[in-house]
């Protein structure tokens, strides 16, 4: 039976997070442990598999987590594990960091990077993952980059990695099977629906200030913004000053995003910044009427979409508008066959295809 680990910074459900859950689940029938490098806060990775265990550090800092990680590897038996798997810059980098001084023993180290790290973080944050890069990274076997533009980013920035590390471009996956629709909505009114964690990268500001535009056009409508963060204050306080109180609805984090994106008059993803926004695939597998900023540049290239500015409220109102006022019905074709290539089974094929090669050219090399 494989053992397969996979390591992540804390417990709470974003878009990478969705990604090594998938990967769990897909393994579920191996040995998998995730580890968290802080303490339990929810219960969103409740998994219904007998071989798939959940492990905490006792604090709330990823970076004591990471030394009592280090701890509990160094005093108890080593383990092999045929897969590690992460999905944020410090994780990839404190596991390449255990692995070069033989805490943990592996096969295959992938790596996926989350987000595009120069252009969103700044100071000693990004100080810091620069030193992960350097002292975790080269114990890859795969480096995972969500788009071709997100890897030129990486490689404009760290002049060394794509000679020291096997990178590849892997399209996000979505689990198509397991999405759940049928729960009740007690929502009167038609409603536009984003999503996502309230950080300024997500551009919720901008979409609240486009929205008091198209009330003038659509007076009924709500906006629903699903997710918590640091930005709900700020967001609950714009929303005040434009007497929008009964009109956008911060609803929180709940539990199944997909009856909302299916109920929507209209999906909206109104980032600044984005690897590749897997929110976005959600949506596309509810409804045909979406709207995108061009956050990322793979974007403009999906078929269907209503493409809008970053930063640009009126750019955004009229992208709304536009898509509202459009017959989207042809979109369903697109976006099925657009997300049926994004399954998890391919995802791990391409993967393990991956490592085969990078170990044949290896051996070749050798």
Not at 48 to 76: M, R, V, W
Not at 167 to 187: H, R
Not at 243 to 265: D, M, Q, S, T, W
């Amino acid at each position: 039976m494989k053992r397969i680990l996979l390591v992540l910074p804390n417990d709470t459900m974003g878009g990478a997070e969705q990604i090594l859950k998938m990967i769990a689940q897909y393994y579920s029938d191996s040995l998998v442990e995730i580890q968290f490098l802080k303490s339990k806060t929810n219960n969103e990775w409740t998994i219904c598999a007998p071989f798939i265990h959940l492990k905490y550090q006792d604090t709330n800092s990823e970076y004591l987590g990471a030394l009592f990680y280090a701890y509990n590897l160094l005093i108890k038996p080593k383990k092999k594990y045929d897969s590690i798997f992460t999905s944020h810059v410090f994780a990839t980098g404190i596991i390449g960091v255990f692995i070069r001084f033989g805490l943990i023993q592996k096969k295959h180290f992938i790596g996926r990077e989350s987000t595009r790290i120069f252009e969103r973080f700044k100071g000693f944050k990004l100080f810091l993952y620069k030193k992960m890069y350097r002292w975790g990274y080269p114990s890859l076997d795969l480096l995972i980059c969500q788009t071709q533009q997100m890897k030129q980013d990486l490689i404009a920035n760290i002049s060394w990695i794509d000679k020291q590390i096997n990178i590849k471009v892997v399209a996000n996956p979505i689990d198509l099977i397991s999405i759940k629709t049928d729960e009740y909505l007690e929502i009167k009114s038609p409603f536009i629906v984003s999503a996502g964690r309230l950080i300024p990268e997500k551009g919720f500001d901008v979409l609240i200030t486009a929205f008091k535009e198209i009330l003038q056009t659509y007076p009924t409508y709500q906006l629903i913004i699903l997710g918590e963060g640091k930005e709900k204050q700020n967001l609950e306080l714009q929303i005040k000053e434009l007497h929008l109180e009964n009109k956008v609805i911060l609803r929180g984090r709940v539990p199944n995003v997909y009856p909302y994106f299916k109920a929507a008059k209209i999906c909206v993803i109104s980032s600044r910044i984005e690897g590749f926004p897997n929110v976005l695939l959600q949506m596309m597998s509810q409804n045909n009427s979406i709207v995108s900023t061009k956050c990322t540049e793979e974007i403009i290239q999906i078929q269907g979409i209503q493409i809008a500015d970053i930063c640009n409220s009126k750019n955004l109102h009229d992208a709304i508008i536009k898509s509202l006022n459009t017959d989207n019905s042809k979109n369903d074709i697109l976006f099925k066959s657009f997300l049926e290539e994004r399954s998890i089974k391919n995802f791990i094929s391409i993967i393990e295809k991956e490592l085969q090669n990078h170990l044949l050219r290896q051996n070749n090399l050798n």
